[in-house]
């Protein structure tokens, strides 16, 4: 039985839908610009046009140093930010609020701690960066679709990817399961997988993946969006993984 509060939710998503919801349009705009998005059914789209249109309701996607976005680039961000969460639901981004778009790569300041236990402090420049609390910082030109990027990479995918692994409080490649995902077959099937990156590196996987649990999470997350087939060639156990902690199939989706 559907409480008076749930019926409230639902009744106030609706309202912001029919004021809000992503023009239709433009909507095929997005779809013709991401081949990620156009391997979706018909019925996959229209719900994530629906997620889409109440992220761009609750979070602020904002240019920086100059960068003006246009409807379409919010509009694309949102759907790619959108569909890890297809089947999870926008509460899995709560607890923040923007998303910040550079032109291009952008310095942030890194420190790092030498084996000696010394600190580094410098900067480096990066095309997406996730904070626990705070905001998703992006660059437009990897993401801009116009342009060449290498195969089964996904800035946005890999970023919103961070937000699911801070959710429980930690970035550790562990992000808070639901049923269908036991954290020992979690643990067991990551730990061996990211162990034999490290020994036996594929050629044809970011070896970013390597450098922590929490990027290894977000490198097969891109993965298994972008390039399903080539994660369950390697790490089938791990595909299966994913499978069931994003309630998606993209190996259904006519790869």
């Known amino acids: 039985m559907i409480s008076p509060l749930e019926r409230l939710q639902r009744w106030w998503t609706q309202r912001l839908l029919r004021r809000h919801r992503i023009p239709q349009a433009l909507w095929h705009e997005v779809i013709d610009a991401s081949p990620l998005l156009s391997r979706l059914d018909r019925?996959?789209?229209?719900?994530?046009?629906?997620?889409?249109?109440?992220?761009?309701?609750?979070?602020?996607?904002?240019?920086?140093?100059?960068?003006?976005?246009?409807?379409?680039?919010?509009?694309?961000?949102?759907?790619?930010?959108?569909?890890?969460?297809?089947?999870?639901?926008?509460?899995?981004?709560?607890?923040?609020?923007?998303?910040?778009?550079?032109?291009?790569?952008?310095?942030?300041?890194?420190?790092?701690?030498?084996?000696?236990?010394?600190?580094?402090?410098?900067?480096?420049?990066?095309?997406?960066?996730?904070?626990?609390?705070?905001?998703?910082?992006?660059?437009?030109?990897?993401?801009?679709?116009?342009?060449?990027?290498p195969p089964g990479a996904n800035v946005v995918l890999h970023?919103?990817?961070?937000?699911?692994?801070f959710l429980d409080g930690a970035a550790d490649g562990i992000p808070r399961l639901h049923a269908g995902n036991t954290p020992q077959e979690w643990a067991a099937d990551f730990s061996r997988a990211y162990a034999?990156?490290?020994?036996?590196?594929?050629?044809?996987?970011?070896?970013?993946?390597?450098?922590s649990p929490a990027e290894f999470f977000a490198v097969m997350t891109e993965l298994f969006f972008e390039a399903p087939e080539r994660l369950q060639r390697h790490y089938p156990a791990l595909y299966d993984e994913l499978r069931r902690f994003y309630r998606q199939h993209p190996?259904?989706?006519g790869h």
């Open 43 to 149: 019925s996959e789209r229209q719900r994530l046009r629906e997620l889409a249109s109440l992220f761009l309701q609750r979070k602020a996607i904002v240019g920086a140093t100059g960068l003006e976005l246009d409807v379409l680039q919010r509009a694309l961000i949102a759907a790619q930010a959108s569909l890890l969460i297809l089947n999870l639901g926008l509460d899995w981004y709560r607890g923040w609020s923007e998303v910040i778009v550079y032109p291009g790569p952008f310095v942030a300041p890194h420190r790092e701690v030498d084996e000696a236990g010394v600190v580094h402090d410098g900067q480096r420049g990066l095309s997406g960066e996730a904070w626990s609390r705070g905001p998703v910082l992006l660059s437009w030109e990897a993401i801009d679709p116009a342009r060449q990027r």
């Open 251 to 253: 190996l259904g989706r």
């Open 196 to 211: 034999d990156l490290g020994l036996h590196p594929p050629e044809e996987i970011d070896p970013y993946a390597g450098t």
């Open 159 to 165: 970023e919103f990817a961070h937000k699911l692994d």
